[in-house]
């Protein structure tokens, strides 16, 4: 799924200042040893980043006090430190990603209630599954597709640097995943409309200034989300759910899933999106410290007007049998 990937449209040059094959081996030997070894330094790193060299501190500070402005300053210091301490964490189990046994991630992610898309699935209609950047998404998009039981094609942003790019794409589809570059999302899932599979992507994240955007309230601020998830429905006539992710203990998750548009219902213009957002909103006001509070995520600024939806579209119908669409 998309992390906070970056990227830019041309691939620049990549200064040669390391050497690419000892990192991604060091990397991999990491990866061998025990999470409680890895969880030593991660929490170091958790330490130092919150209470010596914190990363965007005032960034975080002023999301989280606009977010929760009933918070005491006790409780605002306990989320910034369980924020960077969960964030270490996070880069510790995504180390120990690329080693990690089928066994051990069924231990350490519980997964529920799949049966809804796979009730859909067994009927020859893909689906879509968004999730937000909570808790260890990573992780996430491991268990689904080593559960789910059907073919799990992944949207993500490609990373500038050439190895961080091989390196992740590996790790992401070890249980098969197959990661397609967000930009090639749509036309891939039109090319191969005949695969039963399902597409899984993350929609939190701020949209270009470039994108089509749906305005909302979102944690007690103005906010423009990426509405890809609701335009490549209508445009491929894909179910949604939303993965729900919790932390449960340190290295111990829970997903399940959250209809957003079922098979056979109809949803007006940025409904879905809306849908979306107040799941997000939920999962985020239960673990507050589990989102990624240091990124800049409203830098952009609703405009005086606005257009509510394209002109051109029709209410979302999510449905369609294997010879056409409904709703």
């Given at each position: 799924?998309?992390?906070?990937?970056?990227?830019?449209?041309?691939?620049?040059?990549?200064?040669?200042?390391?050497?690419?094959?000892?990192v991604?081996?060091?990397?991999?030997?990491?990866?061998?040893?025990?999470?409680r070894?890895?969880?030593?330094?991660?929490?170091?790193?958790?330490?130092?980043?919150?209470?010596?060299?914190?990363?965007?501190?005032?960034?975080?500070?002023?999301?989280?006090?606009r977010?929760?402005?009933?918070?005491?300053?006790?409780?605002?210091?306990?989320?910034?430190?369980?924020?960077?301490?969960?964030?270490?964490?996070?880069?510790?189990?995504?180390?120990?990603?690329?080693?990690?046994?089928?066994a051990?991630?069924?231990?350490?992610?519980?997964?529920h209630?799949?049966e809804?898309?796979?009730?859909?699935?067994?009927?020859?209609?893909?689906?879509?599954?968004?999730?937000?950047h909570q808790?260890?998404?990573?992780?996430m998009l491991?268990?689904?597709?080593?559960?789910?039981?059907?073919?799990?094609?992944?949207?993500?942003?490609?990373?500038?640097?050439?190895?961080?790019?091989?390196?992740?794409?590996?790790?992401?589809?070890?249980?098969?995943?197959?990661?397609?570059?967000?930009?090639?999302?749509?036309?891939?899932?039109?090319?191969?409309?005949?695969?039963v599979?399902?597409?899984?992507m993350?929609?939190?994240?701020?949209?270009?200034?470039?994108?089509?955007?749906?305005?909302?309230?979102?944690?007690n601020?103005?906010t423009?989300?990426?509405?890809?998830?609701?335009?490549?429905?209508?445009?491929?006539?894909?179910?949604?759910?939303?993965?729900?992710?919790?932390?449960?203990?340190?290295?111990?998750?829970e997903?399940?899933?959250?209809?957003?548009?079922?098979?056979?219902?109809?949803?007006?213009?940025?409904?879905?999106?809306?849908?979306?957002?107040?799941?997000?909103?939920?999962?985020i006001?239960?673990?507050?410290?589990?989102?990624?509070?240091s990124?800049?995520?409203?830098?952009?600024?609703?405009?005086?007007?606005?257009?509510?939806?394209?002109?051109?579209?029709?209410?979302?119908?999510?449905?369609?049998?294997?010879?056409?669409r409904?709703?």
């Open positions: 799924m998309a992390t906070e990937d970056r990227e830019p449209d041309a691939q620049p040059e990549v200064a040669a200042s390391y050497d690419p094959p000892a991604a081996w060091w990397g991999r030997a990491l990866s061998r040893l025990p999470l070894v890895l969880y030593l330094v991660s929490s170091l790193v958790g330490i130092l980043a919150y209470r010596f060299f914190p990363y965007r501190p005032q960034v975080v500070r002023e999301n989280l006090t977010a929760f402005p009933e918070f005491t300053e006790a409780q605002l210091r306990a989320t910034m430190r369980d924020y960077y301490r969960g964030f270490a964490d996070m880069l510790a189990e995504v180390v120990k990603s690329a080693s990690m046994s089928a051990e991630l069924r231990r350490r992610v519980r997964v209630n799949l809804l898309a796979r009730r859909v699935l067994a009927q020859g209609q893909s689906v879509m599954l968004v999730a937000a808790c260890n998404w990573e992780w491991l268990a689904l597709s080593l559960e789910l039981g059907y073919p799990v094609d992944a949207a993500y942003k490609p990373f500038t640097d050439p190895l961080a790019e091989r390196e992740m794409k590996k790790i992401r589809g070890r249980f098969g995943s197959r990661m397609i570059p967000a930009k090639q999302l749509l036309a891939d899932i039109i090319m191969r409309r005949d695969v599979r399902c597409v899984a993350v929609a939190d994240q701020e949209p270009t200034t470039s994108e089509f955007k749906h305005w909302t309230r979102f944690l601020r103005d423009a989300f990426y509405m890809g998830p609701e335009e490549i429905s209508r445009a491929s006539h894909l179910p949604v759910y939303f993965m729900r992710f919790r932390r449960l203990a340190r290295g111990y998750y997903m399940d899933l959250a209809p957003l548009c079922e098979p056979g219902e109809s949803l007006a213009p940025g409904e879905l999106t809306e849908r979306y957002v107040r799941q997000v909103e939920a999962q006001r239960a673990a507050p410290a589990d989102w990624p509070w990124h800049k995520r409203w830098k952009l600024k609703k405009p005086l007007y606005q257009r509510s939806a394209r002109p051109a579209e029709l209410p979302l119908a999510a449905s369609r049998s294997r010879g056409g409904t709703g």
